[in-house]
Each structure stands twice: as structure tokens, then as C-alpha cells.
């Protein structure tokens, strides 16, 4: 039998009940004991920095109002829970008729994460110290260059590009670099 992988999923719930949907996800999936099945749940917010009156208001922001994003092996025990969960009305990705959901790509959950920058989130890269990689946006786009550094803590390659004829060693985000094959 194949193994069932761990893949993130949308679900959707009511609009700003995405947290009180979470709360209650986390107490079906302890008192139901599927642990091992559902894993991290997410709801994507960032903070709000309002300035009003020379006073400063942090607030949560939810970046996809009636969303939250779950981390599950897709049984149908787990999709049964998720899907029978007061506040959530489906997943996203279903064609209905008992059609399971697809999967988010993911490039896409690990632009999510980034953005809000979440502990976990991961970028995985096709290259390595001494490859040859293009950049692919931002003000050196188009150019090539030699990965001479990689820090993986702020996921930034020091790549050598030619600037001026001269070899410049040149900081840049691991998520617009691309092997050169």
C-alpha cells in the first residue's frame, strides 16, 4: 500500500471565524486522537501597524478572510473531521460528489509562510555553492552569476555577477535564483 504523505490543504470556513475554527479543529483532532493524520493549522495573518494620533495600534490581519490552511495526510478519517467541523463549510479544490480535495502546490504554501514569516516555513533550492544561476527578477534580472555563498538563515545567496567587467559579489533572495542547467 502506498504511504499517504502529508500535503497543506484550504479549507473554507466562515468569514472571520477562521480562528475560532482552529481552536476547534485542535480539539477534535486531540479528543478524536488523530494526530498522527492532522498535523499544523494554519491561518494566515500578518500584523496591521496603524499610526493614529501619534499612537501606534498593532492588530491581526488575516490575509485570506475565510480561509485556513491545514497540514494532513488526506485519509478519510481526517477528511471526514475537517470537513465535519462546526464553522467549516468545505475544502477548496473539491469537485464535490465525495471527490477529495487536491493539495496546494508547495511553492505556493511556502510564499504564504514567507510572507508571514513563519518559523517553518522552507525554501528548497536546486542549487548549490559553485553553480551557475540566473536571476529571475528584481534589479539584476536576466543576469548569471556564480553562488559563492549560501545562508540559508536569511535565504539569500552571495552570487559573483559581472557589473562594470568587474566580478561583484551580489546579495540575493534564494526564491528569485535559477540553476543555470
Same mark, same amino acid.
Given at each position: 500500500m502506498q504511504e499517504i504523505k502529508k500535503e497543506w490543504y484550504v479549507v473554507n470556513t466562515y468569514a472571520g471565524h477562521e480562528n475560532r475554527v482552529k481552536e476547534n479543529l485542535l480539539k477534535r483532532i486531540e479528543s478524536m486522537g488523530i494526530s498522527d493524520n492532522l498535523f499544523r493549522i494554519l491561518v494566515a495573518e500578518e500584523v496591521d501597524i496603524e499610526i493614529k494620533n501619534g499612537k501606534t495600534k498593532e492588530t491581526m490581519k488575516n490575509l485570506y478572510p475565510g480561509y485556513l490552511f491545514v497540514e494532513m495526510k488526506m485519509t478519510d478519517e481526517s477528511w471526514y473531521v475537517v470537513r465535519n467541523t462546526p464553522g467549516v463549510t468545505g475544502f477548496i479544490?473539491?469537485?464535490?460528489?465525495?471527490?477529495?480535495?487536491?493539495?496546494?502546490?508547495?511553492?505556493?504554501?511556502?510564499?504564504?509562510?514567507?510572507?508571514?514569516?513563519?518559523?517553518?516555513?522552507?525554501?528548497?533550492?536546486?542549487?548549490?555553492?559553485?553553480? $551557475?544561476?540566473? =536571476? &529571475?527578477?528584481?534589479? /539584476?534580472?536576466?543576469?548569471?552569476?556564480?553562488?559563492?555563498?549560501? !545562508?540559508?538563515?536569511? %535565504? $539569500?545567496?552571495? =552570487? &559573483?555577477?559581472?557589473? /562594470?567587467?568587474?566580478?561583484?559579489?551580489?546579495?540575493?533572495?534564494? !526564491?528569485?535564483?535559477? %540553476?543555470?542547467?
Open positions: 479544490g473539491s469537485s464535490g460528489g465525495g471527490a477529495k480535495p487536491f493539495p496546494v502546490d508547495q511553492q505556493e504554501i511556502e510564499a504564504i509562510m514567507r510572507r508571514i514569516n513563519h518559523k517553518d516555513a522552507t525554501i528548497n533550492v536546486d542549487f548549490a555553492l559553485g553553480d $551557475t544561476v540566473k =536571476v &529571475l527578477s528584481g534589479p /539584476f534580472v536576466g543576469m548569471e552569476g556564480v553562488v559563492e555563498v549560501m !545562508n540559508d538563515q536569511t %535565504k $539569500t545567496a552571495t =552570487v &559573483l555577477i559581472i557589473l /562594470f567587467g568587474r566580478e561583484t559579489p551580489t546579495d540575493i533572495a534564494y !526564491n528569485i535564483l535559477e %540553476k543555470v542547467f
